[in-house]
């Protein structure tokens, strides 16, 4: 009698980070990603830095792509669509993922079902305003289901492009993504903690920074041209 074994391939996951000038950052999160570099690839789509953003791609033996406009959204858009794995792992430049945390994205790689999943929010800063900060978003995506960029999204090829991917918006390009998604099926958080950067709340404060988003949320939902929201939005970040 012959034996025949069904043999399972190993899902690949692709992960696309978006780069402007991110040298500082970039080694910090391309070690954590090292957990998981056996079964994946790495994406870096840039928007032309002038930093070494693209000489420590290439140390840590990332695929990079270099886009000469400033579009965020196209710069997602773009690693997709070169993307190889089976799942797309969306990732921010300056945030940084706990110890392990491939554990818990190898259990989802493995299952059958093809869920959509976000990071836990935490900041990278020590200071006590940040853990309000953190209850206020993860209340906010727990009871809307609307995680942002700097919370990660996991998702599967096949489901990304089935909801048309992130549009070539050069901001809101996230909340518009998650807003088509969430109109059709929900959305799961990981119990494992993403890390962002607290650096756009220390030059602007945390409470002015979060009002800015908020009215800027508004503009955008009311119909509002998206390239001078974006000129507004890193205008006031200087």
């Known amino acids: 009698m012959i034996l025949l074994k069904t043999l399972k391939r190993e899902l690949r996951l692709s992960i696309v980070i978006p780069t402007l000038d991110e040298a500082n950052n970039l080694p910090l999160l391309l070690s954590d990603l090292g957990e998981i570099r056996e079964k994946s690839e790495i994406l870096i789509i840039d928007s032309d830095s002038k930093d070494a953003t693209e000489d420590i791609s290439k140390i840590y033996g990332a695929k990079f792509f270099n886009k000469k406009v400033?579009?965020?959204?196209l710069q997602l858009n773009t690693g997709a669509k070169e993307a190889k794995g089976d799942w797309l792992l969306f990732i921010h430049a300056d945030s940084r993922l706990s110890q392990k945390w491939s554990e818990e994205v190898n259990l989802v790689l493995s299952k059958e079902n093809k869920l959509i999943y976000?990071?836990?929010f935490k900041v990278n800063n020590n200071n006590l305003i940040y853990r309000f900060l953190e209850f206020l978003v993860n209340l906010r995506t727990f009871l809307l289901k609307t995680p942002y960029g700097d919370q990660g999204l996991l998702i599967s090829s096949e489901k990304y492009f089935q909801y048309g991917g992130y549009k070539n918006l050069p901001i809101m390009e996230d909340i518009d993504l998650i807003n088509r998604?969430?109109?059709k099926e929900e959305i799961f958080s990981l119990k494992t903690s993403i890390y962002t950067s607290s650096r756009k709340w220390q030059k602007n404060n945390l409470l002015y920074q979060s009002i800015m988003n908020f009215k800027l949320r508004r503009k955008w939902?009311?119909?509002?041209?998206?390239?001078?929201?974006?000129?507004?939005?890193?205008?006031?970040?200087?």
Do not use: T
């Open 181 to 183: 998604i969430k109109s």
């Open 118 to 120: 976000f990071f836990n």
């Open 221 to 238: 939902a009311k119909g509002y041209d998206l390239n001078k929201l974006y000129e507004e939005y890193y205008k006031k970040k200087k």
């Open 70 to 73: 400033k579009n965020r959204g």
